[in-house]
């Protein structure tokens, strides 16, 4: 159970989708709070959210028994970051609570929000982050990831940064999560809740999944419990944890130790894993990848994808496949790490950042003598450069899938051969943080 420290304020930093149950949930929480005074903050984005109307108007007790702080003009994670932290120190001043419950708005990412609570900030001496929850419409989501060759939903909202499609936000929320309220679980099938469960698990390993009606879950079983973990945080997601399982595999297996995974070392400097079950060190953090029929598996080489292909092929990804995510070595790219997305029908490309092989040498000594831990192992030739993607999916025929990854690589005669084209017939971004859509899914009618 929890671990509670004396001073400091618990926090649940709640998200979900657009009208997944979180006004619902707050108000449930704020009715059947019992001796617990809970504080509610939410940020008002105009027109899209209302909440600390609706939690004040739909619950008499929100007023008595909870404070509602209400911020405007935008999202709490960009603007409102400074507004936030302010009000978050002021109501640790002003009012007398056991616990704060922020919502930022339906479209964001609850990432930043957590961060705000930690580290050396004036609010993370007051504070502390007890439990990131995603409130996820089990409706919508069986709709969007599980739908058994029916067409998904693809509302698309606004978010920070435009327009993002729903898929990208209800993954990434899940992963993010330590804790995941099924709602809406009268809306689904038995099966449909068992399936969304699953692919939840291996979206997020460990997370805690409260199945829910009307959002009523047992305040004491969401509230009372320590989950969140500033320090692995970052590396919960499902495919976080299985890439660097494999990667660390390597670099067990390099140093002779006991127990270190052996890469499969191919042919033309391929390596492949089948399936990677990714058992890491974490405490808690199971990887059960065939639980309800979702799979997962690592497809890493060293060999550079050609362009034109590899953006042909993920741009039109099986259905099986629910999340797909990674690093990607694309010729014509020497110098820009790439980072891919999938999620659903989503699918992006992203400049992530440099490779470290292609810094000027005195950086890259420096780089490689300050983390002499790199996580991962140095090719002689190629040094970091390398393709680490991570596919979830149901009944995904992974050979299939590997054989035309395999015929994305660069061919043999390829790699003799003079690779100017590649630097100009290439769809991908060349600096980092330039992004390309491979594919977006299209608005419903
Ligand atoms: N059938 C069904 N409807 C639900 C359930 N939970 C909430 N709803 C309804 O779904 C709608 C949206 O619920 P809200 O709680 O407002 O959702 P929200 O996430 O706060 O929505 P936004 O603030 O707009 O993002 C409301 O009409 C709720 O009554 C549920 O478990 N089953």
Not at 5 to 16: A, I, K
Not at 289 to 314: E, K, N
Not at 423 to 433: I, L, V
Request: proline share 5%; net charge negative; glycine share 10%.
């Amino acid at each position: 159970m929890g671990l509670r420290s004396t001073d400091e304020t618990p926090v649940t930093v709640l998200s979900g989708s657009l009208g997944a149950g979180k006004t619902t949930l707050l108000n449930h929480l704020l009715r059947n709070a019992g001796d617990r005074s809970i504080a509610v903050l939410v940020n008002d984005m105009g027109e899209l959210n209302v909440d600390a109307e609706l939690v004040s108007e739909r619950s008499e007790l929100s007023v008595a028994d909870g404070t509602v702080a209400e911020l405007s003009n935008g999202c709490i994670c960009c603007e409102l970051r400074d507004d936030l932290e302010t009000a978050v120190v002021r109501l640790a001043r002003e009012r007398d609570f056991d616990h704060l419950v922020v919502e930022p708005s339906g479209i964001s990412d609850p990432a930043p929000v957590a961060r705000l609570f930690t580290g050396g900030s004036p609010a993370a001496a007051r504070y502390r982050v007890e439990s990131v929850v995603a409130v996820v419409d089990a409706r919508l989501f069986a709709d969007t990831f599980d739908s058994d060759g029916t067409p998904s939903k693809t509302v698309a909202e606004g978010g920070e940064e435009g327009t993002r499609p729903i898929s990208d936000l209800l993954v990434e929320q899940v992963e993010f999560a330590d804790a995941v309220v099924l709602n809406k679980c009268d809306l689904v099938t038995e099966e449909e809740r068992e399936r969304v469960a699953g692919v939840v698990r291996t979206l997020r390993p460990g997370a805690d999944i409260i199945p829910a009606t009307y959002a009523e879950v047992d305040v004491e079983g969401l509230l009372g419990v320590q989950r969140f973990d500033p320090q692995s945080a970052a590396e919960a997601a499902g495919w976080r944890q299985m890439l660097n399982a494999a990667e660390r595999g390597d670099t067990e297996s390099a140093e002779g130790a006991e127990g270190g995974h052996e890469a499969e070392h191919g042919h033309d400097g391929h390596e492949h894993d089948g399936h990677e079950h990714g058992h890491g060190d974490r405490a808690g953090h199971s990887h059960p990848q065939a639980a309800y029929g979702v799979d997962s598996f690592t497809y890493r080489r060293r060999r550079p994808f050609h362009p034109g292909r590899i953006a042909a092929l993920l741009s039109d990804l099986p259905e099986s496949v629910i999340r797909s995510k990674g690093a990607m070595w694309v010729a014509g790219r020497e110098e820009t790490q790439l980072t891919y997305g999938q999620a659903g029908p989503s699918a992006y490309v992203e400049g992530s950042g440099r490779w470290i092989a292609s810094l000027p040498d005195f950086e890259q000594d420096a780089y490689r003598r300050n983390r002499s831990d790199l996580g991962f192992e140095w090719d002689d030739e190629w040094g970091d450069r390398r393709t680490g993607l991570v596919f979830i999916g149901r009944e995904m025929d992974e050979e299939e899938l590997v054989a035309a990854l395999d015929d994305c690589l660069l061919t043999d005669g390829e790699m003799d051969a003079d690779w100017g084209d590649f630097e100009s017939e290439n769809p991908f971004p060349d600096e980092p943080g330039e992004r390309t859509a491979l594919s977006e899914p299209t608005p419903e009618e």
